[in-house]
């Protein structure tokens, strides 16, 4: 399936045009964060093979690593049943999250 | 910390009322769905140990399983650092998928 399909794929309208994105790491299996892209970001993604998403609080495509080099590299690419989510497996340059913690999901209930 | 207390460190206002809940496979480490939890599934899933989310196009909370038998069982649970993201790892019983699939996320691009 060539990029702008599966861009297409998705269900748009159920999402108002903002797919939430699961990363998690390719050969570890750890789950990384939760992202959202617009249909711009995704195309980008799929095209550059690097992850840029849409930021929600600032309104524009962000790629994760433009500032820290903490790129984001794309390895697999996986909708869900329902083309409401995306799933990418992903190589992790550096640390994922801001606070510096190997993944975003660190706070355990316990 | 008491499920009170995790239930009220989610950040509601941003999340508009409906966390989105990451599923992971707690021994295989396969992602496996991505639904949605109000503050009372939330607290529910807490107190249960078992998956319930808020069906957002019936608007009802729904006990994953409470018809197929496919229960969800809590292992263990993370919020992300932004309070905003809930992974889950869990046991999944039978099929996590509607279409019978092992994951929800069959659909490779490639």
């Known amino acids: 399936m060539n990029i702008s399909d599966f861009v297409n794929q998705v269900d748009w309208v159920?999402?108002?045009?903002l797919v939430?994105?699961?990363t998690q790491d390719y050969w570890r299996g750890r789950v990384l964060m939760?992202?959202?892209?617009?249909?711009?970001?995704?195309?980008k993604t799929l095209t550059e093979r690097k992850i840029t998403y849409y930021s929600r609080t600032r309104q524009v495509l962000w790629t994760?690593?433009?500032?820290?080099?903490?790129?984001?590299?794309?390895?697999?690419?996986?909708?869900d049943c329902d083309?409401?989510?995306i799933l990418?497996?992903?190589k992790q340059k550096g640390a994922v999250c801001h606070t510096g913690q190997s993944t975003c999901f660190y706070q355990e209930h316990k």
């Open 14 to 17: 159920k999402v108002n045009g």
């Open 34 to 43: 939760l992202g959202y892209m617009n249909r711009e970001a995704l195309q």
């Open 83 to 85: 083309n409401d989510t």
């Open 20 to 22: 939430p994105v699961i």
């Open 88 to 90: 990418i497996k992903i």
């Open 64 to 79: 994760k690593g433009e500032t820290s080099g903490n790129f984001q590299i794309v390895k697999k690419v996986f909708l």
